[in-house]
């Protein structure tokens, strides 16, 4: 008996997933799950300017780098703290050059808010904190994000600050050579309820539950089991509170914790989710998370968002595995199935070989690419905002230096923007029995694959692969061994790809 694939994705949930990962740029006009996309700020682009590195004399240094997240106040702004570069070069006593690390806020209209840049913390009491890069306790920013009141919790290093929204002063801290705790570098905090979560970012640390002025209240982990890029919390109608870690590049996945009272039960680990596998005719494949960012598109429900490092795992019981599908993408999850719901970020197929094998994302992706299809790297934060139908996400990338903006909608949208004026169009006739013909036109002379897929995800023909002129093309599907049912055609090119779908009718 053939074994069947399994899969942790409804039939629906796998249409979404293989529409969603070809392209974030427009897909299948007509068809649930339309998107677009557009690039909000580019750090590596032209734009890079408003994030300056300047040397003692004012010289151009490059810029900052690698956001480490990105949070949108309640008056609209937004905020950003960097992994790399600097903001301004001092002369902290006689040879001692020191490179500050501030912190950038950027009003509704991109250009910089008066009290922008943030580079020393002024607390009410008079005390001052200077945020600089070779400093372990304050450091290069490690996280960032808003408390229930519009705040900003910021993440340098080792230390947590609470930011006042408003005018960029300082509300409180933790710092933990204050509160007799070793420096180690920890990941966003992030706040449920009355309680703020921080959590170490190495293994065998302990993770913090703080209140809302920082305080100390409990451990909620004494020690950690593994190395964590991100949390985030949640509590059930049951009172249960969930705490979901993201781990690192140990090929684990998403832990869930419980506890029923974070104040005085340390939280307990109960499950492992993100992973799912395949098993085929001769093997079984394994893909393993690796989120390098948690957030939520529905809190309430437990539809977790997390982005998965473009060098995500995968294994095979036998041979070579294959190309890891779920590597270089944002995925939607349910917490509590399980269940992957849909992924996106445009693959990056190489095209030359004839086989649509998503290449490693490199920090030099042409600016092009991020302008017309979502990409993905080193996720490192996302902002959703829904009302039920309609889904836009901010997606910061530290790796690709960049945010980005992808919309989605769950209605029937016959509306299509294509960039460079490429089109797919509807084959002819469809539905259809065996013979049909698809027509597309390029504006440039390039390599392409057109191929069908399964409502599945998988492959079943590739219809052609090679080099095609500028101008109109038409190709001839024969699809005598191809069953009755639903299937997806796609046209990948180097920068887009776009799909549309076809009946055959036997």
């Not at 001052?128 to 450091?139: A, C, F, H, M, P």
């Not at 993440?155 to 006042?164: C, E, G, H, N, Q």
């Not at 570098?185 to 970012?201: E, G, K, L, M």
């Not at 029937?412 to 797919?424: G, M, R, T």
Request: charged share 20%; glycine share 8%; aromatic share 12%.
């Amino acid at each position: 008996m053939k074994p069947i694939i399994r899969r942790k994705y409804s039939r629906l949930a796998m249409m979404g997933l293989l529409v969603l990962v070809l392209t974030l740029s427009p897909l299948l006009a007509g068809i649930p799950g339309y998107y677009f996309q557009d690039l909000l700020f580019n750090f590596g682009g032209d734009d890079s300017i408003r994030v300056n590195s300047l040397d003692y004399y004012g010289n151009d240094e490059g810029n900052q780098s690698q956001p480490y997240g990105m949070v949108i106040d309640p008056d609209g702004k937004y905020w950003f703290g960097f992994n790399s570069g600097f903001s301004n070069e001092i002369v902290k006593s006689p040879g001692d050059t020191i490179h500050l690390t501030g912190i950038r806020c950027f009003l509704p209209d991109s250009t910089e808010a008066s009290f922008s840049l943030i580079e020393l913390l002024e607390f009410g009491d008079g005390s001052k904190d200077t945020l600089y890069t070779e400093n372990d306790r304050n450091g290069y920013c490690r996280g960032i994000s808003i408390d229930a009141f519009g705040n900003i919790l910021y993440t340098a290093r080792s230390t947590l600050y609470k930011i006042d929204y408003r005018d960029g002063s300082a509300i409180a801290k933790w710092d933990p050579l204050e509160v007799g705790k070793p420096l180690r570098t920890h990941v966003s905090a992030v706040q449920d309820c009355s309680y703020i979560y921080f959590a170490p970012y190495p293994q065998y640390e302990q993770l913090n539950v703080l209140d809302e002025d920082l305080n100390f209240v409990a451990a909620g982990i004494s020690l950690t089991p593994t190395l964590q890029n991100a949390i985030q919390v949640r509590t059930k109608a049951t009172g249960i509170t969930q705490l979901f870690s993201a781990t690192h590049s140990n090929g684990q996945g998403i832990f869930v914790y419980e506890s029923s009272d974070p104040a005085t039960q340390p939280f307990t680990i109960v499950d492992t989710i993100g992973n799912y596998s395949e098993e085929t005719d001769t093997n079984i494949i394994t893909y393993v998370a690796w989120a390098t960012s948690l957030d939520w598109i529905d809190k309430e429900e437990g539809i977790l968002l997390f982005g998965n490092h473009n060098r995500a795992m995968i294994s095979v019981n036998t041979g070579n595995a294959p190309a890891p599908s779920h590597a270089a993408r944002w995925v939607a999850i349910d917490v509590d199935t399980d269940e992957i719901l849909y992924m996106f970020g445009a693959p990056w197929y190489d095209i030359i070989s004839g086989d649509a094998v998503a290449k490693e994302v490199t920090s030099s992706v042409p600016e092009s690419y991020l302008q017309n299809q979502v990409m993905t790297m080193q996720p490192s934060g996302a902002i959703v905002n829904n009302d039920g139908a309609n889904y836009e996400f901010i997606l910061t990338d530290r790796g690709l230096n960049c945010v980005q903006r992808a919309s989605f909608s769950t209605a029937v949208s016959e509306d299509i923007f294509i960039p460079y004026n490429l089109s797919l169009e509807q084959n002819y006739p469809n539905p259809f029995n065996p013979l049909t013909t698809i027509h597309f036109t390029l504006q440039q002379s390039e390599n392409v694959i057109l191929d069908i897929h399964d409502l599945n995800g998988h492959r079943v023909k590739q219809v052609f692969s090679g080099h095609l002129e500028a101008g109109t093309h038409n190709m001839l599907l024969d699809a005598s061994s191809m069953a009755s049912g639903i299937y997806l055609y796609t046209l990948h090119t180097k920068v887009i790809s776009l799909s549309r779908k076809m009946t055959v009718l036997k």
